[in-house]
């Protein structure tokens, strides 16, 4: 069964309501939704964006071959499977003092069990009750969930006590991607949405290939935006060449002499004007996959007495360097900055059902960044 669709319908919504707002009235069923049309001549002009028949959506494209993007492949799995709801294979139960070291035990023991068919080890089961956590608890195999018994009253807590600013439950897998010969594409234009890059000559590539595509942030680029003159003399706004390259992670799915597909589009266009793309064959062996976290009440301890205390946990949970994963059902109160944070090396994870709630700190940059992500094709359902 796929999901995809529900995914799609949700990134699309802000510019599907744009578009269905400008609805003529007495409009036939069936007929195209009007869109907006950008006015400036140095842009592509768009008749329609996204038209409504037989109840599917379809998507137009401009006089360059841009249309809104497919964002239906983000989370686990490409959303294309379910979470699944791995077995437990051992149980923690609450008890007085610090659970750190006996719940990472638990963690490694399952993180040293065989991998099965469905590529996960077991599930680790925290019974209901509190346990207090005075250090960070560390996912770092492949195949491994994490799991309570409810983030709701009665369910299972985990109070991250002590002035450190550590995160609370880190998934870490280890930066050790090696990147092959980077290959130009060829110069034409690829436009926003496209999953087929083209070569001007033979290529290397195989299918199931896990390949960077890079967009470069060329001289020419920063001259046509404006960003090489913003009249600020300040590192903070100063743009340089390679500065804001744009990287996708991707696999390729098939092949032909002189052009691969991708699995999921690039989300900006490669002009050759301005640098066109590249692409680089990646191995990456320290990588996780189909590691979860669930059913969890996070809290941090702080003192009471200063409602801006900074010197306690910053972050529930943190993800890097990890593909195809999860956090669900889980509710973080009174950290300083993220309930969930999933960063560059992350790539197709879910965050559904969850929660951050009454942080504590300053009311400044880098806090109360309830759910932030710096991975790719991230899913986020049902947050607040």
Same mark, same amino acid.
């Given at each position: 069964?796929?999901?995809?669709?529900?995914?799609?319908?949700?990134?699309?919504?802000?510019?599907?309501?744009?578009?269905?707002?400008?609805?003529?009235?007495?409009?036939?069923?069936?007929?195209d939704?009007?869109?907006?049309?950008?006015?400036?001549?140095?842009?592509p002009?768009?008749?329609?964006?996204i038209?409504?028949?037989?109840?599917?959506?379809?998507?137009?494209?401009?006089?360059?071959?841009?249309?809104v993007?497919?964002?239906?492949?983000?989370?686990?799995?490409?959303?294309?499977?379910p979470i699944?709801?791995?077995?437990?294979?051992?149980?923690v139960?609450?008890?007085?003092?610090?659970?750190?070291?006996?719940?990472?035990?638990?963690?490694?023991?399952?993180?040293?069990?065989?991998?099965?068919?469905?590529?996960f080890?077991?599930?680790?089961?925290?019974e209901?009750?509190?346990f207090?956590?005075?250090?960070?608890?560390?996912?770092? =195999?492949?195949?491994?969930? $994490?799991?309570?018994? !409810?983030?709701?009253?009665? +369910?299972t807590?985990l109070m991250? &006590?002590?002035? /450190?600013?550590?995160?609370?439950?880190?998934?870490?897998?280890?930066?050790?991607?090696?990147?092959?010969?980077?290959?130009?594409?060829?110069?034409?234009?690829?436009?926003?949405?496209?999953?087929?890059?083209?070569?001007?000559?033979?290529?290397?590539?195989?299918?199931?290939?896990?390949?960077?595509?890079?967009?470069? =942030?060329?001289?020419?680029? $920063?001259?046509?935006? !404006?960003?090489?003159r913003l +009249?600020v003399?300040?590192?903070? &706004?100063?743009? /340089?060449?390679?500065?804001?390259?744009?990287?996708?992670?991707?696999?390729?799915?098939?092949?032909?002499?002189?052009?691969?597909?991708?699995?999921?589009p690039?989300?900006?266009?490669?002009?050759p004007?301005?640098?066109?793309?590249?692409?680089?064959?990646?191995?990456?062996?320290?990588?996780?996959k189909?590691?979860g976290?669930?059913?969890?009440?996070?809290?941090s301890?702080?003192?009471?007495?200063?409602?801006k205390?900074?010197?306690?946990r910053?972050m529930?949970?943190?993800m890097?360097?990890?593909?195809?994963?999860?956090?669900?059902?889980v509710?973080?109160?009174?950290?300083?900055?993220?309930?969930?944070?999933?960063?560059?090396?992350?790539?197709?994870?879910?965050?559904?059902?969850?929660?951050?709630?009454?942080?504590?700190?300053?009311?400044?940059?880098?806090?109360?960044?309830?759910?932030?992500?710096?991975?790719?094709?991230?899913?986020?359902?049902?947050?607040?």
């Amino acid at each position: 069964m796929s999901f995809r669709i529900t995914i799609s319908l949700t990134v699309s919504m802000a510019l599907t309501a744009l578009c269905i707002s400008h609805k003529i009235e007495g409009q036939v069923p069936g007929e195209d939704v009007p869109s907006i049309v950008f006015s400036s001549d140095s842009m592509p002009q768009y008749k329609t964006i996204i038209n409504a028949r037989d109840d599917e959506l379809g998507y137009s494209r401009d006089s360059l071959g841009n249309r809104v993007p497919d964002f239906s492949y983000c989370g686990y799995m490409a959303s294309e499977k379910p979470i699944p709801d791995i077995p437990v294979k051992i149980t923690v139960s609450a008890g007085p003092g610090d659970a750190t070291r006996k719940i990472q035990e638990a963690i490694d023991y399952v993180s040293s069990l065989p991998v099965d068919e469905s590529g996960f080890r077991g599930a680790i089961l925290l019974e209901k009750g509190e346990f207090e956590i005075g250090g960070s608890l560390f996912i770092r =195999s492949s195949g491994v969930v $994490l799991r309570g018994s !409810g983030s709701g009253a009665g +369910g299972t807590v985990l109070m991250g &006590t002590g002035v /450190d600013r550590e995160t609370l439950i880190q998934v870490a897998g280890r930066n050790d991607r090696i990147q092959g010969e980077k290959l130009p594409l060829a110069k034409r234009y690829f436009p926003l949405n496209e999953t087929e890059l083209v070569f001007e000559s033979p290529h290397p590539f195989k299918e199931g290939d896990r390949v960077n595509v890079n967009r470069p =942030s060329t001289k020419e680029w $920063l001259e046509r935006i !404006g960003t090489d003159r913003l +009249g600020v003399d300040d590192f903070r &706004t100063h743009w /340089d060449p390679g500065d804001f390259d744009i990287n996708w992670d991707r696999t390729v799915v098939a092949v032909s002499p002189r052009s691969i597909t991708l699995d999921a589009p690039i989300t900006n266009a490669l002009d050759p004007d301005f640098g066109g793309g590249y692409v680089t064959k990646y191995n990456w062996e320290g990588r996780l996959k189909n590691v979860g976290v669930e059913n969890l009440h996070c809290l941090s301890g702080f003192d009471p007495s200063n409602p801006k205390d900074e010197n306690h946990r910053w972050m529930a949970i943190t993800m890097n360097h990890l593909c195809d994963g999860w956090v669900r059902r889980v509710v973080a109160e009174n950290f300083v900055s993220s309930a969930v944070a999933v960063w560059e090396g992350c790539r197709r994870i879910t965050v559904e059902d969850c929660k951050s709630l009454s942080p504590i700190g300053e009311t400044a940059n880098y806090r109360r960044y309830s759910f932030q992500t710096l991975g790719q094709m991230l899913c986020g359902v049902r947050l607040s």
